[in-house]
């Protein structure tokens, strides 16, 4: 039982570019969520989904597109990277908002 | 939407000493207390967690205590050691579940041997 994937693990990026944060769980959970993680300032709500087709904003939406196409994955998308978004992504999920399980964390530098 | 405030935001004990980590929430929909322990560059794992209809539960040397008319609910940790220190976060979470999670700021606990 593989839990919460996340990848990639570091990534680097120049102001500008854009990427992909790839999120999955093999738990069928409903409840999936991206979070941002930056040094006092706790775990911020980027964006979260109660299910497949259903996405709403966070507490630090601004930068960020998702979406659910599926149960299994949700994906975090950054338009044009800005150094303000350098930080630890964490995607979570979670059976109807209760435990949740966090991917790996993504380690974020931008340029 | 639900508001958890936490506190301290730091804090220092000595092994073998208790640790105590608060916070509120707003929310008096609220139902489900998780707590949560990050070590460094590890992502966050829950440790212990409350239901509304219970005031307090413990797992070994860990505690949590759920004050629901003061919408306050309290982590509690005895005879620390070098391994507690982390970074603690708490959670509040309405009944039903379908609506956004937020988390306290976080604790950094140090347990100084």
């Known amino acids: 039982n593989a839990g919460v994937t996340q990848t990639p693990k570091f990534q680097v990026l120049k102001t500008g570019q854009s990427m992909t944060l790839q999120c999955a769980q093999d738990m069928n959970h409903e409840y999936m969520s991206w979070y941002r993680q930056d040094p006092g300032m706790g775990l911020r709500l980027i964006h979260y989904?109660?299910?497949?087709?259903?996405?709403d904003q966070g507490e630090v939406p601004n930068g960020y597109n998702v979406s659910r196409s599926t149960t299994e994955d949700f994906p975090l998308r950054l338009l044009s990277a800005a150094p303000s978004q350098t930080s630890v992504y964490f995607c979570?999920?979670?059976?109807?908002?209760?435990?949740?399980?966090f991917g790996q964390g993504t380690r974020l530098t931008v340029v | 939407g639900e508001n958890v405030e936490q506190h301290p935001s730091t804090l220092s004990v000595q092994e073998g000493d208790s640790a105590v980590i608060k916070c509120t929430y707003s929310?008096?929909?609220?139902?489900?207390f998780p707590w949560y322990k990050q070590e460094l560059g590890k992502r966050p794992q829950l440790i212990i967690d409350?239901?509304?209809?219970?005031g307090e539960k413990k797992d070994q040397r860990i505690a949590v205590t759920l004050n629901k008319t003061a919408k306050h609910f309290s982590l509690h940790i005895t005879e620390t050691q070098p391994e507690d220190s982390a970074v603690y976060f708490c959670a509040a979470i309405p009944s039903g579940g379908y609506q956004k999670v937020t988390f306290g700021i976080g604790t950094k606990l140090q347990v100084i041997p």
């Open positions: 409350i239901r509304s209809n219970v």
């Open positions: 929310d008096s929909a609220s139902n489900y």
């Open positions: 989904s109660v299910g497949a087709g259903i996405t």
């Open positions: 979570a999920s979670s059976y109807r908002g209760q435990e949740a399980f």
